[in-house]
Nanobody, 123 residues
């Protein structure tokens, strides 16, 4: 069983930065693909970024390319999402997710989910 705990959310002004962390329990973190998703009120959960088990490959939704960076530290069982140049439209609950397979951009590809952390960007 894998448990994921996000942290690092908060309130920030437009143009600011936040770094989200996703701490994973269990022994399988280093073999799991990791993803970040977000969900704004009244909207469906949206893919943000993903990273392969070894960090060799990353993928981003177009709206965050050049502003967000996904990374991982397998020695610490932790994944990160560095968010720069934040915009009000980035406001959402951010979730990390883990997949024993290749991961990807679809939420249903991921087996384990954290509880989410709120990110609010003021204009």
């Amino acid at each position: 069983q894998v448990q994921l705990v996000e942290s690092g959310g908060g309130l920030v002004q437009a143009g600011g930065s936040l770094r989200l962390s996703c701490a994973s329990s269990g022994r399988t973190f280093s073999s799991n693909a990791m993803g970040w998703f977000r969900q704004a009120p009244g909207k469906e959960r949206e893919f943000v970024a993903a990273i392969t088990w070894n960090g060799a490959s990353t993928h981003y939704v177009d709206s965050v390319k050049g502003r967000f960076t996904i990374s991982r530290d397998n020695a610490k069982n932790t994944a990160y999402l560095q968010m720069n140049s934040l915009k009000p439209e980035d406001t959402a609950v951010y979730y990390c997710a883990a997949d024993r397979g290749p991961g990807g951009t679809r939420p249903d590809a991921y087996e384990y989910w954290g509880q989410g952390t709120q990110v609010t960007v003021s204009s």
